[in-house]
């Protein structure tokens, strides 16, 4: 949606006291663990850009809540993987030997949104250290998500979302559908049946820049949407406005444990 086109779609004006009216309306409350999943164009006019939503977001947190966001980099990852778009095969080791490091503090999310990319360069936000799929938190848990978030099996056990389980978190899907629901990732891992796959991306190691390979598992969002579909009909989903998104607010633990039984019982 282009600016001209949400101006013309939105009849009230987006401002930070609004959206967190909104925000209190759909179940977001001080103190929540609260992962978000977030479009800025599915939300309207919205004075003050991604700026509003996320101030709007910490008002109702509060410090004594946690606001976490991915800041995946995708990008930084092995070539030979690369679909959108990819490139010919002998660009392969070129890219290897000269894509830049990660890290944290300069390497630009990648498909994320302006929301997910500009909480990332926020005052007090913490991020994680993994070259794909990082996550940034701010407030009281930020530290402890982040921190340790393993470069193998990167969205499993030592990993944000599963950090998020631990302190039985939140998920908001603003304006965005449940394939970019992350945390279902984790109920991959959790299943039987996984597939391994090597991995690779350029990090800082001993001072110095490396090419590391790590083992993780091959992810596949095709039926995220079905799955989430299916947990709202045996699971409580706060559903509402936040401007003109439809949004979508649930416990990371229930979702979890229901999509690894609903990934388990289909891919018997």
Known sequence: MGEAEAIRRTKRINTIESLQSDFEALGVQKGMVLIVHASLSAMGWVCGGPVAVIQALMATLTGAGTLVMPAHSGDYSDPRYWENPPVPPDWFEPI??????????????RGMGAIAETFRKFP??????????????WGKDAEAITENHSIDYSLGEDSPLARIYDLDGWVLLLGVAYHSNTSFHLAEYRTA???????????????????????????????????????????PVGIGSIGLAE??????????DFGQKWLENRRK
């Not at 979508?248 to 979890?256: H, I």
């Open 96 to 109: 290897r030997n000269t894509m830049p490091a990660y890290q944290p503090e300069i390497t630009p999310t």
């Open 124 to 137: 007090n936000v913490v991020r994680s250290f993994h070259p794909a799929v990082s996550f940034t938190a």
């Open 193 to 235: 049946r996984r597939k391994y796959i090597k991995a690779g991306a350029p990090i800082i190691e001993a001072g110095r820049r490396v090419w590391r390979e790590y083992e993780d598992i091959e992810l596949n969002t095709d039926r995220f949407d079905e799955l989430g579909a299916d947990f709202e009909l045996q699971h």
């Open 247 to 256: 949004s979508k607010l649930f416990r990371q633990r229930a979702a979890v």
